[in-house]
């Protein structure tokens, strides 16, 4: 919905939108610099540091992207690939989670 709005009015409709129907609690979104945290907020292990470097990764990856297309595609064109792949990769990571892990 981000994508489509045109103006100051509808930023601001589609942020209320999104913040009042979305419990950012159980997210594991911190708070002090609004990013997602991969320990949720308890403990950090080696399954927690694999998974920061994995955020991390993906972010510099998602950088290179944009700095390679910017030159060749148009700013919107950019912009929408870019938001494109955030939206698949968070897809990904919420259909893992959601996954049930099988024990052997």
Same mark, same amino acid.
């Given at each position: 919905?981000?994508? &489509?709005?045109?103006?100051? @009015?509808?930023?601001? =409709?589609?942020? *209320? %939108?999104? %913040?009042?129907?979305?419990?950012?609690?159980?997210?594991?979104?911190?708070?002090?610099?609004? /990013?997602?945290?991969?320990?949720?907020? *308890?403990? @950090?292990? /080696? %399954?927690?540091? $694999?998974?920061?470097?994995?955020?991390?990764?993906?972010? @510099? $990856? =998602?950088?290179?992207?944009?700095? #390679?297309? +910017?030159?060749?595609?148009? =700013?919107?064109?950019?912009? @929408?690939? +870019? #938001?494109?792949? +955030?939206? &698949? &990769?968070?897809?990904?990571?919420?259909?893992?989670?959601? *996954?049930?892990?099988?024990? %052997?």
């Amino acid at each position: 919905m981000r994508l &489509a709005v045109g103006g100051a @009015i509808g930023v601001i =409709l589609v942020d *209320t %939108y999104f %913040y009042v129907g979305s419990r950012a609690s159980t997210r594991g979104v911190d708070a002090g610099s609004y /990013e997602h945290s991969a320990d949720n907020n *308890t403990y @950090i292990d /080696e %399954y927690t540091a $694999l998974k920061e470097m994995g955020m991390a990764l993906g972010r @510099i $990856l =998602l950088c290179l992207l944009v700095a #390679f297309m +910017a030159p060749v595609a148009s =700013l919107s064109i950019t912009f @929408i690939v +870019a #938001f494109m792949c +955030a939206a &698949a &990769a968070a897809g990904v990571s919420v259909y893992l989670s959601q *996954t049930p892990v099988r024990t %052997y």
